[in-house]
């Protein structure tokens, strides 16, 4: 039988693996709860409104998009337009390029694994450093992040010690201490010889072209400090309207994403260095991209772009917890990435399984930061699936018992004579029991038609008294 | 490149045209997500208490600092020219302080002493800019960063210091020393940035 | 609204919640024309045929009387999916005064018809697991106010409580692996507290942790909170007691 991809990747799955990601996901989560609740007697409200907030300024992109341009031209950053990720990875090249660069150094960057950004300066010749240090594992491992904020949630210290040494960063040496002073060493090296930094943005304000970026490690300080040049690469849908909406969304990121009231730098950057600053790029681009937004934005699942990329979902996801991210083959996997991915790939009939892999249970809305209504909107791709007809192996056809469903004369003869398909359709039989009831062990007892005469016989006592 | 602005705005207009109505900017107060409330809690005393609660080191006198530097192990550093002559008074032996920052000795500088811009009680956190840091690299890539402010500089909370969000192109917030967790989750300080995160509050 | 699974497998449960309802003085219509709430053709993306089957509910259940479910999946189906899937039909008026007059059971013992506390007597250790469905909602809630309200009743917590059951309806079938680990994980955390009963208020997640509890020999009596309510005021008899007035209660 054919089976959904997801399903299959979580009985190969590796035990230590979705152990490590499963205990790491839920610790996020409590932390994210303690925290949240401990500040806030309503944390909901902070939701709504920041999700309130979110969905006005999607509505109004049409406006706030020329907007930010202005600012970000007047606090002296060049803006550049990228319909598509190809082009927003060729005016990277464009702008290291004029300044004549030929390495750059990255912070953590969610829209740069969208665009391939490292893949295509590697074949055209620009040495392209991941600084963050899950990243920089997962670069020198050849691997792919499975979590949008801990990239490698999913990797021990032995596997991690193991890609060091193969990477000449010393003997093996797993103490994560050892570990991370080995890639503080390293990467100074790095920031220093570069000469170009490239970051995304978490936020970027339209009121005053400001763009916020948010680290514990202090790399984007670093990508930039000793450089000459920063490039931002920013998705249309990070813009937020008002300098004041900061508190909101800094108060409500750090809890959610790993529990922690301010992450540890927040940098507020409009423009290349002050004047008298001797450390800082000279110069500064903003590539405002699409890649796909604008289609999302028209679609019936907009307000998945408010998402401000905390990960808050993907940690309390029951399915994500047993999966890990890889399963969801994606830039973005998790509850926002079921969404995102099959919307933004370009590829929706390839990923059209990516919004079946839930059980609907809501928990992921809970916690997210702007209220998305993930449910409504997986529920929304799967009809449009259904429509577009789109194969789904495992997810039985359900028209013949809707039909049944409304013949009530049907449907009682069917409870009892027994007929169980007719009444819970195969759909609703989990596995395991439908399996059990091959061999007639674990369904419960079937009792079809037994209610209504209950019923029944209930109401003519009634009358008869 | 023009070409791609022209084509999104198209997209992006396109996109909200049928919409019936668009979703207005809600109304709200920024004091519903301050967490700072206590009126009768001294915002110094607020500060230190969160400062601490990220392992940040507060001191009130500038010979303790030395001392602390001293016996911590870290006696060479680099400062910022305009402080360097009345931190050396009180300073003890032993500490030797540059007024540059050489790139090519990056990691000869075991402390670096900066201006803070202000701090915020709330959160815990210094507020640096590029006017009043002499050197973002001092700040930045020494094992111990020493931001020097004035108590006339701590705002109460966040949305005061968002207020104060001026033309600066470079306000960095700074709670606590740097860290990571992705090593199995294992909290280690000291990545990037600074390992030991120092306020020296003057007056 | 019985749900498909009352009819077909958990009479008990319809049973209880017809019997809890008369004894705090309602008169229950069961219109024998119904069928079940579409919710299985809606979550498997199939919108067209799903519409069907909750035109169909419509007007089964057309009138001003409120629409009691013993399910919070169905009741969140005809509360809030139904909505989703008719956003673009020429009826949405007729389903959205349906949902305007359902609710999942508990919730309308306690915020329907103003019950505060349960009578009776139940001296077991109960764990209570809070269906999914009812996120957002005040079920989940009402149920644990009138449980813990009980004589005797030790409503023990457990692990993980917030974690889906990994039943899903149709998701259970298309994705049997995870939803077993899910199912697994759950009764893990369940059983580690020792309760003699586990409560619900859907029976989808009861057929989900009973068929794998029994086939992992784990199983303990699983049941729909309704019939707790029943059996703390019928207790050993079996026979209810004089209809009570809800002002009394």
Redesign the interface.
Known sequence: MKRQPIDTYVARLDAEVRTAVHDNSAAGTEKRHDVIWADYDDPDRLRRTAGAIKQHTLENLDTYLPEVEKRLQENGTHVHWASDGDTANQAVLDILGKAGLKKLVKAKSMVSEETGLGEFLGENGIECVETDLGEFIVQIDGDHPSHIVKPIIHKNRRQIATSFERAGLGDYNDDPEVITRRARVHMRRQYLEAGAGLTGANFLVAESGRIVVVTNEGNSRFCLAPSRVHIAMVGIEKIIPRERDLSLFLNLLGRSATGQRLTVYTEFISGPRGQGQPDGPEEMHVILLDNRRSEVLASNCREILRCIRCGACLNVCPVYRQASGHAYRSVYPGPVGAVLSPLLSGEFRERADLPKASSLCGACNEVCPVDIPIPDLLLRLRDRAKVEGIPSPGVPPMGAWAVLATQPLVWRSALVAGRMINIVPRSLIPVPAFQAWQGKKDLPTWRGGKFRSWMKQRRERKEKN | ??G??E???K??????AP?PE?????H?D?D????FKDGSVDPWVRFKSMFAA?NGRVFESVSELGHWLLESGHTHGCCDPDLVDRLRTAFPEGLAMETG?D?AR??DYAFGITRARGAIAE?G?LVL???T?W???AA??PWVHVAVLSRSDLWRD??TA??N?D????????????????????L?E?????GEQVCLLID | MATCLCDAFYDDAARASVEVLEYLGCEVIFPGGQTCCGQPAFNGGDWKSSRRVVRHCAKVFAGDLPVIVPSGSCAAMILHGAGLAFENEPDREAIADLAGRTWEVMDFIVNGLGIESWPGAYPKRVAFHRSCHTRGTDSGPSAVQLLESIDGLDLVPFGESEQCCGFGGTFSVSFPNVSEAMGDLKLDHILEVGPEVLAAVDMGCVLHLAGLAQRKNRLIPMMHAAQILKDAVVGDTGVWPERRELASL
């Open positions: 490149m023009s791609d602005r084509e999104i705005l997209r992006v207009g396109e996109a909200l919409l668009r979703s207005p900017y809600p709200y920024t519903l997500t301050v967490t990220v920052f790139r990056i990691d959160s956190t800019d590029d006017r840091t050197q973002r690299l930045l890539a966040i949305p968002v207020d969000l033309d600066d192109p470079n306000v960095i917030w700074v709670t606590g020393p740097s860290k990571t967790a992705d090593v199995e989750g294992i280690i000291g990545v990037h940035g600074p």
